[in-house]
């Protein structure tokens, strides 16, 4: 077998592997899953840098589907092309397919069991908890400047307080960004795509691909 096609096997199933292990850990949904992500991708493999993982969430959360799912695929297509963004999905949807569908056979008989009430509200808990973790961490990225307050505000008005299907809310959000964009471009003002504090940090040598939303 070639080396470059050794490589790329080795590639492949270490993805497998990764998110087959993030998969059956995440009860809560996509979002339980980001801190773990963060952790195996960024802290361990540094496959990807803390700004480049935030500007996927962003896309993740923007695109259709599971936004564990999507940031799955982005990460596998970003280590080993297609076949990698292929490897990452499986092994993250499989252990949630089976368990959701040991839930299904079996909840049934055992809902009224004092334990297992027990047990999902300490699973409650921990996925808010997670929830809450991924929250903020986003928050430091996408939210720098008045612009990017208020459109955090009126999201959250529109969710909470109107309703609004978070299509539109994303859809809208988009637009103000682009419009907001072009007339700062036109009036010839310095604009900022992220925090500046965090801009001043970052290493002068460290150069990648930049993704704004």
Same mark, same amino acid.
């Given at each position: 077998m070639?080396?470059?096609?050794?490589?790329?096997?080795?590639?492949l199933?270490?993805?497998?592997?990764?998110?087959?292990?993030?998969?059956p850990?995440?009860?809560g949904?996509?979002?339980?899953?980001?801190?773990?992500?963060?952790?195996?991708?960024?802290a361990?493999?540094?496959?990807l840098?803390?700004?480049?993982?935030?500007?996927?969430l962003?896309?993740?959360?923007?695109?259709p589907g599971?936004?564990?799912?999507?940031?799955?695929?982005?990460?596998?297509?970003?280590?080993?092309?297609?076949?990698g963004a292929?490897?990452?999905?499986?092994?993250?949807? @499989?252990?949630?397919?089976?368990? /959701?569908? &040991?839930f299904?056979?079996? !909840?049934?008989?055992? %809902?009224?069991?004092?334990?297992?009430?027990a047990?999902l509200q300490?699973?409650?808990?921990a996925?808010?908890?997670?929830?809450?973790?991924t929250a903020?961490?986003?928050s430091?990225?996408?939210?720098?400047?008045k612009?990017?307050?208020?459109?955090a505000?009126?999201?959250?008005?529109g969710?909470?307080?109107?309703g609004?299907?978070? @299509?539109w809310?994303?859809?809208? /959000?988009? &637009?103000i960004?682009?419009? !907001?964009?072009?007339? %700062?471009?036109?009036l010839?003002?310095?604009?900022?795509?992220?925090?500046?504090?965090?801009?001043?940090?970052?290493?002068?040598?460290?150069v990648g691909?930049?993704?704004y939303?």
């Open positions: 070639p080396t470059t096609m050794r490589e790329q096997t080795s590639k199933a270490e993805l497998f592997r990764i998110f087959l292990r993030i998969g850990m995440t009860f949904g996509g979002f339980a899953m980001i801190p773990l992500i963060s952790e195996e991708v960024v361990k493999r540094e496959w840098e803390e700004k480049e993982l935030d500007d996927m962003s896309v993740a959360s923007a695109a599971g936004v564990g799912v999507n940031a799955a695929a982005f990460i596998g297509y970003r280590r080993a092309g297609v076949a292929i490897a990452a999905v499986i092994g993250v949807t @499989l252990p949630t397919f089976a368990i /959701g569908l &040991l299904y056979l079996f !909840y049934s008989l055992l %809902e009224n069991n004092v334990k297992v009430q047990a300490g699973i409650h808990g996925v808010i908890g997670l929830m809450v973790t903020y961490r986003m430091k990225a996408a939210i720098f400047d612009m990017t307050i208020g459109l505000c009126l999201s959250l008005l969710l909470t307080v109107f609004l299907n978070p @299509l809310v994303i859809s809208g /959000g988009t &637009l960004g682009v419009a !907001y964009l072009f007339v %700062e471009e036109k010839g003002h310095r604009i900022a795509t992220e925090s500046r504090r965090k801009a001043k940090r970052a290493k002068p040598e460290a691909p930049e993704y939303i």
